[in-house]
């Protein structure tokens, strides 16, 4: 069974919107081509950014790669590590702290925040569905990657085909086919009523 997580909306949105969710249930068969991980990609780095600074680094790791097992058992808490090794590809999203002048890009995590937007709607767009992850041992990772200091891990994003809910258990299952909720239009407008 797919359950229906169509967004319910006051107007239309592009279908590619209105159509994403975050699944937990992945097709443990199916990996990335190439055009697809490069297409999810391409649209990450195409993201606006603040000075067109373009802090965001991206980490891309296929399920045939070592390093995506390790990702899993140490680099994600618990919940996550029984659904994520799955996925067919992990991105890393990290982001540089400082400049090449040394100063720091304050502007660093909303500018990496719409590059993993852009890749998560790309990959929509495509047939493929993502589900961030933020429960992350940060520094697992960075060590993982052999990256210095001047690197934060934000998030993993994980990338692959939805499979059926009913491979997931307890309360994975749950989540998978519980509906989509957000608060109401008119709790997140701060002035204005269209
Ligand atoms: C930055 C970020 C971190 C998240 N971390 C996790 C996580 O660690 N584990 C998890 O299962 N889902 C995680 N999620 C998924 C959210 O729970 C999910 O996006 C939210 O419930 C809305 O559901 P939807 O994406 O299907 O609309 C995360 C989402 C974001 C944007």
Redesign the pocket.
């Known amino acids: 069974m797919q359950p229906n997580?169509i967004a319910i909306t006051a107007a239309p949105i592009a279908p590619v919107l209105a159509e994403?969710?975050?699944p937990?249930s992945f097709n443990k068969d199916y990996l990335l081509t190439q055009h697809e991980a490069l297409s999810i990609l391409e649209a990450g780095r195409w993201a606006p950014s603040s000075n067109n600074l373009q802090p965001w680094r991206f980490a891309y790791i296929s399920k045939t790669d070592e390093l995506h097992g390790a990702i899993c058992e140490k680099g994600l808490?618990g919940?996550?590590q029984s659904w994520a090794p799955n996925a067919s590809a992990l991105i890393v999203v990290a982001v540089q702290v400082n400049t090449a002048d040394g100063k720091e890009n304050t502007g660093r995590k909303y500018d990496a925040g719409l590059a993993a937007s852009m890749m998560v709607v790309q990959a929509q767009e495509l047939g493929l569905h993502t589900?961030?992850?933020?429960?992350l041992v940060r520094e697992e990772i960075l060590e993982l990657l052999k990256l210095d200091s001047n690197y934060e891990i934000l998030?993993v994003i994980a990338v692959g085909k939805v499979a059926p809910a009913e491979e997931l258990q307890g309360p994975a299952f749950e989540r998978e086919v519980a509906p989509?909720v957000r608060l109401e239009l008119d709790e997140i407008m701060l002035y204005g009523k269209p």
Do not use: V
């Open positions: 997580k994403r969710w975050s937990r808490t919940f996550n589900h961030h992850i933020g429960g998030t989509r």
